[in-house]
């Protein structure tokens, strides 16, 4: 049964999605219920999910290890992500 967040939740995915590109990134909406964001660098083969959850905030994207960015700043959100995935795995 899909959450009462699951439409914003799309929504604020679906936008950041949009910005990636434009930062050299690749992403995919996966997941009906309780969609997330696959994104990768297809230079690094870095890759990581993003999460969109409600905070006191507001919305905020989470994703692994440790990021995290508002829904209200895409490109400052998609430029962390860019750098999180940019480095060459050793």
């Known amino acids: 049964m899909a ?3 699951t439409g914003e939740r799309r929504t604020h995915l679906e936008a950041l999605a949009e910005v990636l590109p434009h930062h050299g990134l690749v992403s995919r909406l996966v997941g009906n219920d309780d969609p997330v ?3 990768w660098h297809p230079r690094t083969g870095r890759q990581t999910i993003i999460f969109a959850t409600p905070s006191h905030k507001g919305w905020t994207f989470l994703w692994s290890p ?7 700043e895409l490109e400052v959100t998609a ?3 860019r750098q999180a995935l940019d480095v060459s795995q050793p």
Do not use: I, P
């Open 3 to 5: 959450s009462g967040y």
């Open 37 to 39: 964001l696959w994104v």
């Open 79 to 81: 430029a962390a992500l």
């Open 66 to 72: 440790g990021g995290q960015g508002s829904v209200d």
